[in-house]
Structures are given as C-alpha cells and as structure tokens.
C-alpha cells in the first residue's frame, strides 16, 4: 500500500477576476446572483481540481451567504480555498470582493462547496491529504468537520 500524498493549502489557492458587464447584472441593476453561483462553482472547481490532480464534480453548496451587491463595472474577484480535505471529499471556500477603481476590496460573498475527486466513470477516489499549516488553517479545518457532520445530519434527515 502506498503512503497518500499530502499537498498544502497554497498548492491550490485560486484567485479569478471577472469585469461586471450589463449582462451579469439582474433587474435591480446588481450583480445577478445565478452568474456569482456560476463564478464560484467554477474557481471552486479550479481549486480542487489542482489539489487532486484529477477531474471533480460538485457534490453541496454549504453555505452562499450575501453580504452586499456588485454593480456594472465594479471588478469581481474570487479567491478560493481549501478548508478541508475528506477521503475523496474537498471543501472549497471561496471568498468573493467587489474591487473598486482604487483597487480596495470589500467583500460581498462567502460560500463553501464540497467536491468530490471522481475517476473515469465518475465513481469517488482518493485525493491527496491536506498539510494545515498555522493556526487560521487549523480553526478553518476544524470549522470544515462541524459542517460535515452537520452536512451528514441533514442528510439523514432528507435534506
């Protein structure tokens, strides 16, 4: 049996930015909260993709919390992640900012994604362990088990 792979959390740190144009942009004339989805179910992909070195697919959305809107021409940037990594599972945090012409950054999305490493025929496999490294990662990493364990709990209860 061989000795898993581990890789760090900055192995896989992702940051894309997106120029809000008229058509991301809902009636209200803010940033259309399906393209933000879009956005972040991409870059979260991204990052588990480079820490598993194989094809993922989303599995849960664990949290999309909205906490301001982005108008026309405003600089979306998504810095994404990894918070956790299971057997085959990954969660992906993806922090998004609205960024100003003067380059300062103020946040307007948190969400989690859990991903999955898949193989061939889409069945789960194992990816590479996760090093954590200094104290933020390790409260991230023990804040990602409570919300599997919670994530596991409404499941059984048909959520």
């Known amino acids: 049996m061989s000795e898993r792979k581990m890789k760090r959390v900055e192995d896989s740190l992702t940051e ?15 940033l ?11 870059t979260a992909g991204i990052v ?4 598993a070195e194989m094809n993922v697919v989303t599995v849960a959305v664990d949290n999309m919390y909205f906490k301001a809107g982005a108008q026309v021409n405003d600089t979306i ?3 994404g992640r990894l918070t956790h ?12 900012y609205r960024e100003d012409l003067s380059g300062t950054r ?21 990816v590479p362990g996760l090093i954590i490294e200094g104290v933020t990662q390790q409260i991230e990493f023990e804040a990602a ?15």
């Open 48 to 51: 588990a993709k480079r820490h």
């Open 16 to 30: 894309q930015s997106h120029l809000l144009m008229p058509k991301c942009l809902n009636a209200a004339g803010y």
């Open 145 to 159: 088990k409570k919300r599997a364990n919670l994530w596991k709990v409404r499941r059984q209860e048909g959520f």
């Open 77 to 79: 940037v998504l810095i």
């Open 32 to 42: 259309f909260g399906g393209q933000l989805l879009a956005w972040i179910d991409e």
């Open 85 to 96: 990594v299971g057997r085959s599972s990954m969660e992906v945090r993806i922090d998004t």
């Open 106 to 126: 103020t946040m307007i999305n948190r969400a989690y994604f859990t991903m999955v490493g898949t193989d061939e025929k889409q069945h789960p496999v194992e």
